[in-house]
């Protein structure tokens, strides 16, 4: 029996469905599929290993994804791991598991990566809705964010491919699929024409929902989409971040306040019953009560329903790392005031 054990965001649970159907035939082998994003995240996937090692004595522990792609070392040098894999290397995490005792470590240069797994997927154990890779990687540099450097380059799936695996997701009884990606927005050539080539070739399709969108890329065709296809969802989940220009700039979005206002409105007046969720940083270095108080009024004037909110954390090996920061009581209970708006 295989177990795999998934950390972060949508793209490691599409890519631990994939690691699952490739390790089928295996046995008495644990996968952990880690995350970055935050030191907190690292810290609960060391965490993971040890308790499934003490759980598991006798079984073979690989640890891949985010954490392991930037942190090789730490956990090549923890006794309970057999080998740790990188982002590339977890593509073919099969033929690196037929032979475990050859290496404690395979990690290679994520930004010489040029393409993304093309495995498909049969299913989503415990799920109703499927998710579905369209792209990996950003070139994109927020100066808080540490995944591109754990994911490489933007690349994108093929049109084709990506219909493929949705068709063969609806044909073992998933009636939701959602497209996700490092950043997909950036599908190339054109995010837009990938959901409408989704559309016109999969009229069945009963519901399409998208993973994290990045407010500065949706744009009057995605728009005029969603005026003509009445199986996109209406519910949407947004990277904004901060609602304060001068945070905004620092962090080097690529949007201010004003575009998550007008977007929002143009999406409600095609969708009235648009559901927003958002993501927020609370307490990023140079964020003023005055700033933070900007985001808590984007909240209400955009009209965001449900928020993810997380207290600024320092990234080694970013920008932001490297400036004055705010204390750590201060970001917590700006998260916390936050939290409680959403709540309300």
């Known amino acids: 029996m295989v177990e795999v054990v998934t950390f972060g965001c949508r793209i490691n649970a599409y890519e631990s469905e994939v690691i699952k159907e490739k390790l089928k035939n295996y046995d008495n082998l644990i996968v952990v599929n880690t995350c970055a994003v935050t030191s907190e995240a690292e810290r609960q996937c060391r965490q993971a290993v040890r308790k499934l090692k003490r759980e598991h004595p006798e079984a073979d522990i690989i640890v891949t994804g985010c954490s392991a792609q930037l942190n090789a070392e730490k956990f090549a040098q923890m006794p309970e791991v057999t080998l ?11 033929k690196h598991a037929a032979r475990l005792s050859e290496a404690k470590k395979q990690v290679s240069d994520i930004f010489a990566d040029s393409d993304c797994d093309d495995f498909m997927i049969t299913g989503f154990e415990g799920r109703h809705k499927a998710f579905v890779q369209v792209q990996q990687g950003c070139n994109h540099r927020c100066t808080y964010c540490i995944v591109p450097y754990a994911r490489g380059k933007n690349r994108s799936v093929p049109a084709d491919t990506v219909v493929a695996q949705i068709k063969k997701l609806l044909a073992a009884g ?34 399409l929902t998208f ?38 700039r620092k962090m080097a979005r690529r949007h201010k306040r004003e575009t998550v206002i007008e977007l ?10 648009a559901y927003f969720g958002a993501d927020f940083i609370c307490g990023f270095p140079s964020e003023t009560e005055a700033a933070f108080q900007n985001t808590c009024k ?5 009209g965001i329903n449900k ?18 920061q705010i204390p750590m009581e201060i970001r917590r209970a ?3 005031e936050l939290r409680k708006l959403s709540e309300e």
Request: proline share 8%; hydrophobic share 40%.
């Open 84 to 94: 740790v894999l990188g982002n590339k290397e977890k593509k073919e995490i099969e």
């Open 174 to 207: 998933f009636e939701e699929i959602c497209l996700t990606g490092i950043d997909i927005c950036s599908y190339q050539p054109s995010f837009d024409a990938l959901v409408r080539y989704i559309l016109e070739n999969v009229p069945q399709l009963p519901k």
């Open 211 to 248: 993973g994290s969108l990045d407010p500065a890329a949706i744009d009057d065709e995605f728009i005029n989409l969603l005026r003509q296809y009445p199986n996109m969802a209406a519910d949407f989940h947004l990277s904004i971040q901060s609602g304060d220009n001068d945070v905004l």
């Open 264 to 273: 929002c409105a143009k999406i409600r007046a095609v969708r009235p019953n």
């Open 298 to 302: 984007l909240v209400q004037e955009a």
């Open 307 to 324: 928020l993810h909110v997380f207290p600024y954390s320092e990234r080694s090996g970013t920008p932001a790392a490297t400036w004055p």
């Open 334 to 336: 700006r998260a916390a």
